[in-house]
């Protein structure tokens, strides 16, 4: 039997396959048929060990216009929250559905997971990478402002998972990308490694928003990290995209944020709110960007 593919990382994706999935991201969004069906019968296994809005609505909704349908599981719901081994689970679920989604806390029960799988698995977010958002935010800016190779984006704050997949996203797509973070919070050194010369570590966001396209923030707290806010909020307090930061960047830079945001802490109410900001057409680009990703995986 073939091995299943997995989208567990950007760097599953070649640089031309990334586009073509843009573009075709692009496509099923300009032209819904509800007649389309590929995945009729399908079904897919979204396991949550993480609470989720935009995650879960997308995957659903996504698999329901296409015809198949999807099975939300909580650890509350399954033997995973009991324990059960992650290989059993694997073998097991993956033996009765044609794909899973998991979004966890360690990026290791995903990689695992799909060790064992018999179908494909999809990385819905883990503490070391979210590669589904940033499909969803390159069509965003593909959509806005064409190709970004060769452009400069900035990551203002936490090199957390958010920040190591725009790194990956830079090697396929030839993006510079400038981080500017605390010191305390950087990415992860070989992820940056990984990029070469195309990755730029700054503590300063106006050094880092010179000249870029698109400006790039997510919470100073995630997830599991609510006993650090207060120790964050003073680490990352000249860290807000504000507007004198857009205003640094070029005239026609966007705004992004994978939401949900904190307005007046991470960002400036007046810059997510305001005329640069592209934040809800970022999320409603997971439905789009992850019907393609789902096509992908599950019609070749």
């Given at each position: 039997?073939?091995?299943?593919?997995?989208?567990?990382?950007?760097?599953?994706?070649?640089?031309?396959?990334?586009?073509?999935?843009?573009?075709?991201?692009?496509?099923?969004?300009?032209?819904?048929?509800?007649?389309?069906?590929?995945?009729?019968?399908?079904?897919?296994?979204?396991?949550?060990?993480k609470s989720s809005t935009r995650t879960r609505i997308s995957f659903e909704t996504g698999m329901a216009n296409f015809g198949g349908s999807a099975i939300f599981l909580s650890p509350r719901d399954t033997q995973l929250g009991r324990g059960e081994p992650i290989r059993d689970?694997?073998?097991?679920?993956?033996?009765?559905?044609?794909?899973?989604?998991?979004?966890?806390?360690?990026?290791?029960?995903?990689?695992?997971?799909?060790?064992?799988?018999?179908?494909?698995?999809?990385?819905?977010?883990?503490?070391?990478?979210?590669?589904?958002?940033?499909?969803?935010?390159?069509?965003?800016?593909?959509?806005?402002?064409?190709?970004?190779?060769?452009?400069?984006?900035a990551w203002i704050g936490d090199g957390n998972n958010m920040c190591h997949s725009y790194i990956n996203a830079a090697i396929r797509l030839g993006f510079n990308l400038r981080i500017a973070s605390p010191e305390d919070y950087l990415p992860d050194t070989d992820i940056v490694k990984s990029a070469g010369n195309l990755v730029q570590l700054s503590n300063s966001t106006m050094e880092a928003t010179k000249?870029?396209?698109?400006?790039?923030?997510?919470?100073?707290?995630?997830m599991g990290q609510e006993e650090e806010q207060q120790l964050r909020i003073r680490a990352f307090k000249d860290f807000q995209v504000t507007q004198a930061i857009m205003d640094n960047a070029n005239s026609d830079?966007?705004?992004?944020?994978?939401?949900?945001?904190?307005?007046?802490?991470?960002?400036?109410?007046?810059?997510?709110?305001?005329?640069?900001?592209?934040?809800?057409?970022?999320?409603?680009?997971?439905?789009?960007?992850?019907?393609?990703?789902?096509?992908?995986?599950?019609?070749?």
């Open positions: 039997m073939n091995k299943p593919r997995h989208f567990i990382s950007l760097l599953d994706l070649s640089s031309e396959e990334f586009r073509t999935l843009i573009q075709r991201a692009i496509e099923l969004k300009n032209t819904r048929n509800p007649d389309f069906q590929p995945l009729k019968g399908q079904v897919l296994a979204m396991i949550f060990e689970s694997a073998k097991v679920i993956s033996s009765m559905v044609d794909a899973i989604m998991l979004r966890t806390n360690d990026h290791a029960t995903v990689t695992e997971f799909a060790e064992h799988s018999s179908v494909p698995v999809i990385n819905g977010l883990t503490d070391l990478l979210h590669p589904c958002q940033l499909l969803a935010d390159m069509q965003t800016y593909f959509e806005h402002r064409g190709d970004i190779k060769g452009k400069t984006v000249d870029a396209s698109l400006i790039v923030t997510d919470v100073w707290a995630s830079a966007l705004f992004m944020h994978c939401l949900p945001a904190h307005r007046g802490e991470e960002v400036a109410t007046e810059v997510i709110d305001g005329v640069q900001s592209v934040i809800y057409d970022e999320a409603e680009n997971r439905l789009h960007a992850q019907k393609a990703l789902l096509e992908l995986l599950m019609c070749t």
